[in-house]
């Protein structure tokens, strides 16, 4: 199973950016998918996540600019940020839980990161 982020790049403040996530390989399904962001030197956090029936929750520093959505038939998750600020500048991670059969729990997986830049 691989996760495949794209859709990073560098915008002025202000601005928009969509970032995709997809899964493939051997998967059975789906449960919650998300994003999550880090910073040199912090911790990487949550920014948004979804359940697999559509459920959300996202962080607080970004309520009301960022959406979360996903395509269950296409196995990806998407992340439209807009209204963008400098201080969202971090590598972003793309994060999914999926079960490869029926009988076996799910495994977490991450994606490989795309660099989002905000500049001022």
């Known amino acids: 199973v691989q996760l495949q982020a794209s859709g990073g790049g560098l915008v002025q403040a202000g601005g928009s950016l969509r970032l995709s996530c997809a899964a493939s390989?051997?998967?059975?399904?789906?449960?919650?998918m998300g994003w999550y962001r880090q910073v040199p030197g912090k911790e990487r956090e949550l920014v948004a996540r979804?359940?697999?029936?559509?459920?959300?929750n996202i962080a607080d520093s970004v309520k009301g600019r960022f959406t979360i959505s996903r395509d269950n038939a296409k196995n990806t998750v998407y992340l439209q940020m807009n209204s963008l600020k400098p201080e969202d500048t971090a590598v972003y991670y793309c994060?999914?839980?999926?079960?490869?059969?029926?009988?076996?729990?799910?495994?977490?997986?991450w994606g490989q990161g795309t660099q989002v830049t905000v500049s001022s």
């Open positions: 979804i359940t697999s029936g559509g459920s959300t």
């Open positions: 390989g051997s998967i059975f399904s789906i449960n919650a």
């Open positions: 994060n999914a839980d999926i079960m490869r059969t029926s009988w076996i729990p799910s495994v977490n997986y």
